[in-house]
């Protein structure tokens, strides 16, 4: 397993959630890093994404303001750290690895080859 996805878990709304993805070292140095969430019925989503040198980051718009992503490159490990979470921020969130994507392609769920487990998010009302 390259990429393992923890953290997830039910918080009501306007609570915090903290998602740890650890990944192997084969993979992390020069990748870029992105989370993704995938909710029933919908397709999967770009939600954040990292630079590897943790310089730039990327938000999707709907989290802008409440989620961060961070990294650590000392422990192979992606941070997202969610506040005042929603309902509609309930699914199953998958971390990724991508080398060498260009900045159009940050959030582009195509450009990721890696990919992680995936972990419930579970908000309730």
């Known amino acids: 397993v390259q990429l393992q996805a923890s953290g997830g878990g039910l918080v009501q709304a306007g609570g915090s959630l903290r998602l740890s993805c650890a990944a192997s070292a084969r993979i992390f140095s020069g990748y870029t890093m992105g989370w993704f969430r995938q909710s029933p019925g919908k397709e999967r989503e770009f939600v954040v994404g990292i630079r590897w040198n943790g310089g730039h980051t990327y938000y999707a718009d709907s989290v802008k303001g409440r989620f961060t992503i961070s990294r650590d490159n000392a422990k192979n490990t992606v941070y997202l750290q969610m506040n005042s979470l929603k309902p509609q921020d309930t699914a199953v969130y998958y971390c990724?690895?991508?080398?060498?994507?260009?900045?159009?392609?940050?959030?582009?769920?195509?450009?990721?080859?890696?990919w992680g487990q995936g972990t419930l998010v579970t908000v309730s009302s």
């Open positions: 990724a690895a991508a080398y060498g994507v260009i900045l159009s392609r940050v959030r582009s769920l195509q450009a990721y080859d890696n």
